[in-house]
Every structure is written in C-alpha cells, then in structure tokens.
C-alpha cells in the first residue's frame, strides 16, 4: 500500500511525503468510504474527513498495527458516525450503463441488475456487517486485520461475516433460484 519510507518520513514531517502519502491511500479510503455508505457525496465527504484526520493524526501513528488497518480504523469509524447521523441510501441512477463491445446486451443488462440487487443487499446490513463485508471483499482484509481495525476480538469479526453472509443470502435468494427482481 504504502512504501515504508514514505511513511516514516512523513511522519517526521517531510510535507511531500505526507502528500504523496495521502495520494497514495485516498482511492482504498474512498472505496471503503462509498461502499459502507452507498452515496458518492457522503462517501466523498468522509474521504474528505478520514484524510484530514490521517494527516493530523500521522504523527501518532505507531507500528502496533499495520498501516492500512489504522487507515481503515480511520475511515470505517468516521463512516459509521456518518450512518448514525443519517440513514444512506443507494443511487444506482449516478452510474452510467456502458456496454462492451463484443458482448451479449442481455448480459450486460442482467449484470446491472445483478450488481444493482448486491449493493442494495449490503446496504440493508447492519453497520457492523456491511463494515466486516467490505473490509473482508472488498479491500480483502484477513480476519485478523478486520479484528485490528475495529478493534473487535477475532471471533466477533467471524460471527459477523457468518451472519452477514447468511443475510445476504437470504437477501438474494432470487438469483441463486435464477429469478430477476426489477
């Protein structure tokens, strides 16, 4: 994620590498940022907030956990204040349809509404699933990472993958019976 060096002197206060450093990590911080809130400006918003307060706070970074789960602790914390304070919403309308070329049409409708009905499942999950779902596969954190990151014991993370999961299942039980809601 981000070279050592960097980091390092970052923290000792070399401004260009606090900025590349905050380049570097702004698209893994959004993508959390979005996915946990399914709105773009919200999303942008506590991308936003997450790397101001990674920029204020580098300096008391310490080697404990890893860098990329600090970051996430950072942004997963700000993004669940955020859901607390308004319920999101997904807007698949701000995507644009873009076919390939080469490909069935038909195929390319069913895999909008496909992706369509996972982020509207993920957004019915509770904060706490929705956050290990997208730490987990999204960002493809071990369990041990989501565990540093929330700062939850290992077998809490477990049971909430288990659970989300099952609901997730339950939430998609059209297509695993080859049906199409829409």
């Known amino acids: 994620m981000v070279a050592p060096e960097t980091l390092k002197a970052a923290q000792a206060g070399d401004r260009d590498a606090l900025i590349t450093l905050l380049r570097e990590i702004e698209p893994h911080v959004y993508k959390t940022a979005y996915y946990l809130l399914n709105n773009e400006q919200d999303a942008m918003d506590a991308s936003q907030e997450a790397l101001i307060r990674i920029y204020q706070k580098i300096g008391t970074y310490e080697e404990r956990a890893l860098?990329?789960?600090?970051?996430?602790?950072?942004?997963?914390?700000?993004c669940?204040?955020?859901?607390r304070r308004t319920k999101p919403s997904v807007s698949i309308d701000e995507h644009e349809m873009v076919?390939?070329?080469g490909q069935f049409v038909e195929d390319e409708v069913m895999a909008v509404f496909a992706q369509k009905d996972i982020?509207?499942?993920i957004d019915k999950l509770?904060?706490?699933h929705r956050t290990v779902i997208v730490l987990r596969y999204?960002?493809?954190?071990s369990y041990?990472?989501?565990?540093?990151?929330?700062q939850l014991p290992i077998n809490t993370v477990k049971s909430y993958l288990f659970r989300a999961r099952q609901q997730l299942q339950q939430y998609l039980q059209d297509y695993q019976k080859g049906g199409v809601r829409g």
Request: aromatic letters at 14%; glycine letters at 0%.
């Open 67 to 78: 860098f990329k789960t600090w970051v996430q602790r950072i942004v997963t914390n700000i």
């Open 80 to 83: 669940i204040d955020k859901f």
């Open 144 to 150: 041990a990472e989501i565990a540093d990151s929330l």
């Open 99 to 101: 076919f390939a070329s």
């Open 138 to 141: 999204l960002h493809d954190f």
């Open 119 to 121: 982020i509207e499942a």
């Open 126 to 128: 509770p904060v706490q």
